[in-house]
DNA sequence: TAGGCCATCTGGTCCT
DNA sequence: AGGACCAGATGGCCTA
């Protein structure tokens, strides 16, 4: 059902070469279809989608034709003449040169979007998760940058220990539940149903799905139950020193002042932990020591074609994975060390979702 | 099959 | 005139 895009004209391929513009796409080279000659090349005309294909050369010049004739009202009455200067005719040579605009503009775009995805790769790189195998989505990967200079800020600002639950739950918020998944499964801290219980008070929302006090729910339809409570013990990581949260950082939306706002639905926290960021480039004594086996699950949630999931190792980044805590090179006070294991268990929630 | 995410094309608008 | 930016539309791929 594919749509040819430039019609009758059959020298496009040369006109496209001449503008090197196929040099520069790799799946040209691929012997993939050419971004040119797939997709839809839909105009928008009127309300009417065409395609290019059916706005052949002839049928452009037609177009031009009936425009010049008198122009029907929706309900079929003549319309007004239009006024202004005549739309130039379309003849061959301004169909050529429009195509050829329209091919670099193309270029062009395709490169813009490269670039801003380029720029979002790297915002994807200092985020707490990184993982070059289970990416972010865009959007979540904003929402967590946003979330991120929000939480470093109150570090900052309030002296809020980056370990608490607090700051996870500010990495959270507003986040997909499998996007919080997969950051409570770089973050994990130890469960605190008491928290959980007092997010589901303050907010308002559903909180642990209606199970709060549950250190292991997993309440969200649709979504895979993440096997979470069949890990060992031994396999999950903590911050040394951790403390049992006390609650006392309000959500951004109503309940923190000198926050920013938030337009979103509440992410309660979901998992807490110590470990801040997923590398691949881990040495085999890190990757050894703060393996954590089920954070594989959180990213498959994420994964898709572009997005492979991770198969052996199962954590993003495979076993290979090892944690750091990034916020270090923002020269916070942070004595991370990931020595001491501690049972703890992720909390998913039904209002994770966007 | 629906929904999410993505890449791409496209026309419009603004600016230089 | 041409480039940058934007938003809408569309189709492809993947997962649940």
């Known amino acids: 059902m594919m749509t040819k895009p430039f019609g009758k004209s059959g020298d496009v391929s040369e006109l496209v070469s001449s503008l090197g513009w196929l040099e520069e796409d790799g799946s040209s080279q691929d012997g993939e279809e050419s971004p040119e000659m797939r ?12 395609s290019c294909a059916e706005l052949g050369s002839e049928d452009m010049e037609e177009e031009e034709e009936e425009e010049d004739d008198e122009e ?22 301004r169909q050529e040169r429009f195509r050829a605009r329209r091919i670099k503009a193309n270029a062009r775009e395709r490169s813009r979007m490269h670039g801003l995805n380029d720029a979002l790769d790297n915002l994807r790189r200092v985020m707490p998760c990184y993982s070059k195998t289970q990416k972010l989505s865009k959007i979540e990967t904003l929402r967590l940058a946003r979330n991120y200079i929000w939480a470093l800020s109150e570090v900052l600002e309030s002296g809020q220990s980056p370990e608490s639950h607090g700051f996870v739950e500010m990495l959270c918020k507003g986040l997909s539940q499998p996007t919080s998944n997969l950051v409570a499964g770089c973050l994990q801290l130890g469960p605190s149903p008491v928290m959980l219980n007092k ?21 969200s339809p649709g979504l895979p139950s993440p096997p979470y409570g069949s890990l060992e013990a031994s396999h999950l990581l903590h911050m040394k020193g951790f403390k049992a949260p006390v609650y006392d950082n309000p959500s951004p939306n109503e309940c923190s002042s000198g926050t920013p706002p938030y337009d979103g639905p509440l992410t309660p926290p979901l998992s807490i932990s110590g470990n801040f960021a997923l590398k691949q480039e881990a040495s085999p004594h890190e990757s050894e020591r703060n393996y954590t086996p089920h954070s594989g699950h959180h990213a498959h949630y994420l994964s898709s074609h572009h997005y492979p999931s991770s198969t052996a190792g199962g954590l993003p980044g495979g076993p290979q994975g090892h944690l750091l805590f990034q916020a270090s090179r923002y020269e916070l006070p942070l004595d991370v060390a990931f020595d001491s294991f501690t049972p703890s268990h992720l909390v998913t929630s039904q209002m994770g979702t966007i």
């Open 72 to 93: 029907i009202g929706p309900n079929g009455e003549n319309a007004p003449k239009r006024r202004g200067p005549k739309k130039k005719k379309m003849t061959k040579a």
């Open 199 to 219: 997010v589901e008070d303050k907010c308002g929302g559903s909180g642990v799905g209606g199970q709060a006090g549950h250190t292991l729910s997993y309440p």
């Open 39 to 50: 997709g839809h090349h839909g105009l928008t005309v009127g309300g009417r989608i065409r």
